[in-house]
C-alpha cells in the first residue's frame, strides 16, 4: 500500500493505493491518524487506486472518522474503486460516510493533491 498525504492549511487530502489489509493497517493509523488534530477542518481519503479493502482496513476507516469527528474535522471517502464502493454499500459503512464521486471527487483531488503541497507518506 502506498500512502501521500497532501495538506492545505486546514485541508488534507489522503490519497492510498493498493491493498488495505490487516498488515498494512498499523502503518496507515501511524502514518494518517496523528495528522487529524485540532485545526485541520476537512480530510479526504483518496481511496479510487485501492484495489481491496479487508474488514481491519474497514475499521481504520472507521477509526478514522471517529478521530476526525473528535477534532471537529469532516471526514470524506473520495471516490472509492468499485471493489471498495461495493464492500462499503455491503458492510452497510456507506451510510455512515461521506463519500465523493464524479466532478466533486475531481474537484477535491485536483485542489488538494498538488505536489506543492505534500506533506508525508511513501511512494
Do not use: H
Amino acid at each position: 500500500m502506498d500512502i501521500r498525504i497532501f495538506q492545505n492549511k486546514d485541508r488534507m487530502l489522503v490519497q492510498l493505493s493498493g491493498r488495505v489489509v490487516l498488515d498494512e493497517c498499523d502503518r496507515l493509523k501511524s502514518t494518517v491518524v496523528p495528522r487529524i488534530e485540532p485545526g485541520v477542518k476537512y480530510v479526504a481519503l483518496d481511496l479510487g487506486e485501492v484495489d481491496f479493502i479487508d474488514s481491519a482496513g474497514l475499521g481504520v476507516l472507521v477509526g478514522m472518522k471517529v478521530s476526525s469527528k473528535k477534532t471537529g474535522a469532516t471526514l470524506a471517502l473520495v471516490n472509492p474503486s468499485r471493489g471498495v464502493s461495493d464492500i462499503l454499500i455491503v458492510s452497510k459503512l456507506d451510510s455512515i460516510f461521506d463519500i465523493l464521486t464524479g466532478s466533486d471527487a475531481k474537484s477535491v483531488v485536483d485542489e488538494l493533491g498538488q505536489e506543492n503541497l505534500r506533506v508525508d507518506g511513501d511512494k
